[in-house]
T-cell receptor
Framework: AQSVTQPDIHITVSEGASLELRCNYS??????LFWYVQSPGQGLQLLLK??????LVQGIKGFEAEFKRSQSSFNLRKPSVHWSDAAEYFC?????????????FGQGTELSVKP | GAVVSQHPSRVICKSGTSVKIECRSL??????MFWYRQFPKQSLMLMAT?????????EQGVEKDKFLINHASLTLSTLTVTSAHPEDSSFYIC?????????????FGPGTRLTVL
């Protein structure tokens, strides 16, 4: 079965500290992986995506993620968190557009940032 | 990036009435749009895939007669919640697929908060 697991429902970090949000997936084909961020009452903004090539991908707002096929993981990292990073983060795995383009989302991780 | 709008952003209706939500891709043509539902503090659940000029494909468990989807043009898809009931109250989010060489991803609308009294 295709699924995405984000083990951490809620994480709190201090401003300036490093961050890692975990994501594990189960997918029958070549996975296309995404990280989105959602502020309260808003839609989703893409942080970064991985289709192929270099397994360490850089995104917006200083985020990066590393694809590890052997671990079926796509963890999101940021070296220094800012208070404005407080939001809900979703990992997603999907099919390529010519295979329907559907996305499967993880449960989300809520990030709180302490001053 | 590409922009997707939704209208209305918030709607309150009485039980038994129908509500239409619009999803527009403002600066690109989207042959495929997706409709999601999100409950508070939960993830997005795909309801249906909408392809321009053809019938929508609904996910298992989603009532197609209750959630009518129309994708009449390359920039507009609509979701109509028919005979709405309080349990239909939720946050509905659409996305539009931009699969041009420069993007190859879905762009999400800001969402519509539906409250059924």
């Amino acid at each position: 079965a295709q699924s995405v697991t984000q083990p951490d429902i809620h994480i709190t970090v201090s401003e300036g500290a490093s961050l890692e949000l975990r994501c594990n997936y189960s997918y029958g084909a070549t996975p296309y992986l995404f990280w989105y961020v959602q502020s309260p009452g808003q839609g989703l903004q893409l942080l970064l995506k991985y289709f192929s090539g270099d397994t360490l991908v850089q995104g917006i707002k200083g985020f990066e993620a590393e694809f590890k096929r052997s671990q079926s993981s796509f963890n999101l990292r940021k070296p220094s968190v800012h208070w404005s990073d407080a939001a809900e983060y979703f990992c997603a795995v999907g099919a390529f557009y010519n295979q329907g383009g559907k996305l499967i989302f993880g449960q989300g991780t809520e990030l709180s940032v302490k001053p | 990036g590409a922009v997707v709008s939704q209208h209305p952003s918030r709607v309150i209706c009485k039980s038994g009435t129908s509500v239409k939500i619009e999803c527009r891709s403002l600066d690109f043509q989207a042959t495929t749009m997706f409709w999601y539902r999100q409950f508070p503090k939960q993830s997005l659940m795909l309801m249906a895939t909408s392809n321009e000029g053809s019938k929508a494909t609904y996910e298992q468990g989603v009532e197609k007669d209750k959630f009518l989807i129309n994708h009449a043009s390359l920039t507009l898809s609509t979701l109509t919640v028919t005979s709405a009931h309080p349990e239909d109250s939720s946050f509905y989010i659409c996305s539009a697929g931009d699969y041009s060489d420069s993007h190859n991803e879905q762009f999400f609308g800001p969402g519509t908060r539906l409250t059924v009294l």
